[in-house]
């Protein structure tokens, strides 16, 4: 018998200053049982630094053709599609010749460092590819606070992000590894 994803259940209110975007979003987040607690928190991080009311979440690990996260206009061409981890390259060129930008976050500390050394000099190729980085400790710090329920305000400014709650506040400024060019 397959097991179930388990729901999350998040309030998140974005101030990005950095954008002149506010909004609040409810948001329902379904946790495959092979995910950790600290790649929920990731996938709700990127939905706070790239909030947009018409990004949307992917249908899971388990679908190879979606991202975790992404944004499509009304013609259903992609936008922007936003990856969680550490990708294979080829996943990452596919993605880049879909969508108009792609965003990778990895974490993971030593993992994520191994990851880029492996990768990055093919990936530098891909004009619409930006990588962000977060440090281990933060991610950690990220995956302690995740509950079934949550209320979140995000406060963007100056590529600085605080994750604010009732459990803890956590500021995070993730490390840009590469920048799209385009």
């Known amino acids: 018998m397959a097991l179930k994803a388990t729901v999350y259940k998040a309030e998140l209110a974005v101030s990005d200053v950095d954008r002149h975007y506010y909004a609040t979003h409810p948001l329902t987040l379904a946790r495959h049982p092979s995910e950790t607690d600290e790649r929920l928190m990731i996938r709700l991080l990127a939905f706070a630094l790239f909030a947009d009311e018409a990004l949307i979440f992917g249908r899971g690990l388990s679908t190879q053709d979606e991202p975790d996260l992404w944004q499509k206009d009304l013609t259903g061409d992609i936008l922007h599609w936003i990856d969680v981890g550490q990708p294979e390259e080829q996943r990452l060129r596919r993605a880049c010749g879909r969508a108009r930008r792609v965003t990778v976050i990895t974490y993971g500390g030593r993992a994520s460092d191994l990851w880029w050394e492996k990768n990055g000099a093919s990936l530098a190729r891909l004009e619409n590819l930006t990588v962000l980085d977060v440090p281990a400790d933060l ?14 305000q995000a406060l963007i400014q100056d590529g600085e992000l605080q994750l604010m709650s009732e459990a803890g506040t956590v500021s995070v400024q993730p490390r840009v590894r590469q920048r799209a060019t385009r």
Request: hydrophobic letters at 65%.
């Open 139 to 152: 991610s950690a710090a990220l995956a302690a606070l995740a509950s079934r329920s949550m209320q979140w």
